[in-house]
Nanobody, 126 residues
């Protein structure tokens, strides 16, 4: 059974940083993909970043390029999202996800993912 558990969210001032974690069980991340998504109130869920297990290749949404960094620790079967220079518009529930079948790459499209964590709230406010 695949389980994803996010942690690390919280309240931070604009310009601050947070590191989110996505701990996986039931799936080996070095042979899979993890995507980070976020959903703000009243808005559609959007892809933020993803990392491919076999190649280590990454993808970032334009809105977070240069500010967010995705990484993984295979020994801990955990993916991280380091978020720097946070802005109020980054406020959302952040969730990680993984596909049932790994095709050797990752995408920022939510419909490519089958298993989801419950999410962690990130609030950027002064």
């Amino acid at each position: 059974q695949v389980q994803l558990v996010e942690s690390g969210g919280g309240l931070v001032q604009p310009g601050g940083s947070l590191r989110l974690s996505c701990a996986a069980s039931g799936v080996t991340l070095d042979n899979g993909a993890i995507g980070w998504f976020r959903q703000a109130p009243g808005k559609e869920r959007e892809g933020v970043s993803c990392i491919s297990g076999s190649t280590g290749s990454t993808w970032y949404a334009d809105s977070v390029k240069g500010r967010f960094t995705i990484s993984r620790d295979n020994a801990k079967n955990t993916v991280y999202l380091q978020m720097n220079s946070l802005k109020p518009e980054d406020t959302a529930v952040y969730s990680c996800a993984t596909p049932r079948r790994y095709g050797g790459y990752c995408t920022g499209m939510q419909y490519d993912y089958d298993y989801w964590g419950r999410g962690t709230q990130v609030t950027v406010s002064s």
